[in-house]
């Protein structure tokens, strides 16, 4: 099992079985504080670093939040135009000097590997809030723990289930995390939906396919729901296209509304969508006329990344246990 105190969590191949149950086991102990239920100061004194040099709703707020909901500080830096990394200075440069302000640091860059190559000069943990195309984690887990839940509601576990991925499998970061939590399970089944230019990554793919699991590759969203257990729809990530008329070729291609859901997909299907979705007329992938519906996850999605992200702070800082210990009046 991982070593979480004073570590960097960088990719989700950090992890295994015992340090993702770590992880659920600690968000879950979180939904009081989540909750304002219950107060704890565990991390007064304590500074996060906030650093999003790439546009975010979700994942900065969320883990500025959560630092706060445990008792600490946040400073943040959004942008790259308002950091010296516009005037030449390196990752390696920034963290040095940051990871001294900071008592751990979330990160988001544009770049796949950016953060790895920051952590390596950073004397306090980093934590990726997204790398360019290539991973998610902190998004992988909460999508993981979301799935846990959902399907326990029906009877399900995540062994053995079948989970439909659909939209821009090239660029979008979270499926690539996803897809490596899910083959740490036995027997899951695979459907991989996308148009071919935009199709899930060979090493991705060969990752699946080591561990076992069966795979679907298709460019219909037709005909290929039926089984789906779970539907995990995903935007075009246009910001990662060479050209806006490269990436409106895709835009709109899959969309799924009320009546494809009714006809194509199980009644009980858990719909999924690591947000922003696209809600412009000409992209729209999953239509409005589904937000109230029972079987959308995707604000539950949102609302448990709060969690995951206050037991990764307590995590990685060593204070899981000491919750209690500081609690406060609410
Ligand atoms: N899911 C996600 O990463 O959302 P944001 O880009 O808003 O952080």
């Given amino acids: 099992m991982m070593q979480f105190e004073g570590s960097h969590i960088l990719s989700v191949n950090q992890l295994d079985l015992d340090s993702i149950n770590t992880i659920f086991n600690v968000a879950t ?96 943990p980093v934590i990726n809030g997204g790398d360019g195309s290539n991973e998610h984690p902190t998004q992988a887990l909460l999508d993981l723990f979301t799935i846990k839940k959902e399907l ?45 230019e935009l199709a899930m990554p060979d090493y991705v793919i060969a990752d699946i396919e080591n561990a076992g699991h069966k795979i679907t590759i298709t460019e219909q969203l037709e005909g290929n729901l039926h089984q789906a257990d779970i539907l995990y729809l995903t935007r075009i990530q246009e910001e990662r296209f060479p050209s806006q008329e490269e990436a409106n070729k895709y835009r709109g291609k899959f969309r799924l509304n009320h009546n494809i859901y009714t006809q194509h997909c199980k009644s009980n299907t858990v719909i999924m969508h690591p947000l922003p979705r696209d809600s412009r007329a000409q992209a729209n992938e999953l239509d409005n006329d589904l937000n109230s519906h029972p079987s959308l996850a995707i604000f539950r999605q949102a609302d448990n990344g709060l969690l995951i992200r206050m037991a990764l702070f307590a995590l990685t800082l060593g204070v899981e246990n000491q919750l209690e210990k500081y609690e406060c009046p609410v």
Avoid: W
């Avoid at 989540?34 to 999003?52: M, Q, S, Y």
């Fill in 152 to 196: 326990s509601h029906a009877g399900m576990g995540i062994d053995g289930m079948h989970i439909a991925m659909v939209g821009d499998l090239k660029y979008g970061r979270t499926v690539h995390s996803l897809s490596r939590l899910l083959c740490m399970h036995k027997d899951i089944q695979f459907t991989l939906i996308s148009p071919s």
């Fill in 29 to 124: 102990k979180m939904t009081p504080y989540a909750l304002r239920e219950k107060r704890t100061n565990v991390l007064d004194g304590a500074i996060l670093g906030n650093l999003f040099f790439e546009p975010s709703t979700r994942t900065r707020v969320s883990f500025g939040c959560a630092f706060n909901l445990l008792g600490g500080h946040v400073r943040e830096t959004t942008g790259m135009a308002s950091s010296s990394l516009s005037k030449g200075e390196s990752l390696y440069d920034t963290a040095r000097v940051l990871s001294t302000y900071s008592d751990v640091i979330a990160m988001r860059h544009p770049d796949a590997y950016s953060v790895k190559e920051f952590a390596e000069g950073s004397r306090v």
